[in-house]
T-cell receptor, first 115, second 113 residues
Framework: DAGVTQSPTHLIKTRGQQVTLRCSPK?????VSWYQQALGQGPQFIFQYYEEEERQRGNFPDRFSGHQFPNYSSELNVNALLLGDSALYLC????WGTGDSYGYTFGSGTRLTVV | AQSVTQLGSHVSVSEGALVLLRCNYS??????LFWYVQYPNQGLQLLLKYTTGATLVKGINGFEAEFKKSETSFHLTKPSAHMSDAAEYFC???????????FGKGTRLSVIA
């Protein structure tokens, strides 16, 4: 049973560029959440997608956007990259309405470095 | 708003010694509490969770945690540390099925031989 798959695993981008990160949820899950984990910090919630719509959003600027596809996979897009966007980006999947009971399954993350 | 405070950014124990990682939460509604572990260059793995019912929760790898409402705490313990327990541990809280997790800053556990 495949868990959460994220790609790529590592990425180096230049300031001002745009980046797209991808996530395939665990089989049977229909909800995808994205988190940013800066070095030495806990993960911070970016946004959550269900039924191809953004359902909740954390305190992140509009430069961060996302998409969910009919097969429940998701993309995270970041425009106009800043040095401060360097972080580990984690994707978490769940079944809508059950995150509190069953928790969220996390992928291994994409390490983004902005130079 | 919910929040989590993890006391001690770094904890060091000897192999075989008791592991105690502290977590205090703030929530205006009954919380759902989680502990996750992160090994170097990896994602988060769920150790255990408290939803409702029994306040002493057992998880994987011999870890357990006790929900104490009066102390707003959810400390993680393990009777005997193993070298393989060295990792970063995160406590998280949420309040409903779809509400995002709010994480603490993490505690790095080192195990000394």
């Amino acid at each position: 049973d495949a868990g959460v798959t994220q790609s790529p695993t590592h990425l180096i981008k230049t300031r001002g560029q745009q980046v797209t990160l991808r996530c395939s949820p665990k089989s049977g899950h229909d909800t995808v959440s994205w988190y940013q984990q800066a070095l030495g910090q806990g993960p911070q919630f970016i946004f959550q997608y269900y039924e191809e719509e953004e359902r909740q959003r954390g305190n992140f600027p509009d430069r961060f956007s996302g998409h969910q596809f009919p097969n429940y996979s998701s993309e995270l897009n970041v425009n106009a990259l800043l040095l401060g966007d360097s972080a580990l980006y984690l994707c978490a999947s769940s079944l809508w309405g059950t995150g509190d009971s069953y928790g969220y399954t996390f992928g291994s993350g994409t390490r983004l470095t902005v130079v | 708003a919910q929040s989590v405070t993890q006391l001690g950014s770094h904890v060091s124990v000897s192999e075989g010694a008791l592991v105690l990682l502290r977590c205090n939460y703030s929530s205006s509604v009954p919380p759902y509490l989680f502990w996750y572990v992160q090994y170097p260059n990896q994602g988060l793995q769920l150790l255990l969770k408290y939803t409702t019912g029994a306040t002493l929760v057992k998880g994987i790898n011999g870890f357990e945690a006790e929900f104490k409402k009066s102390e707003t705490s959810f400390h993680l313990t393990k009777p005997s540390a193993h070298m393989s327990d060295a990792a970063e541990y995160f406590c998280a809280v949420t309040r409903s099925g779809n509400t995002p997790l709010v994480f603490g800053k993490g505690t790095r556990l080192s195990v000394i031989a």
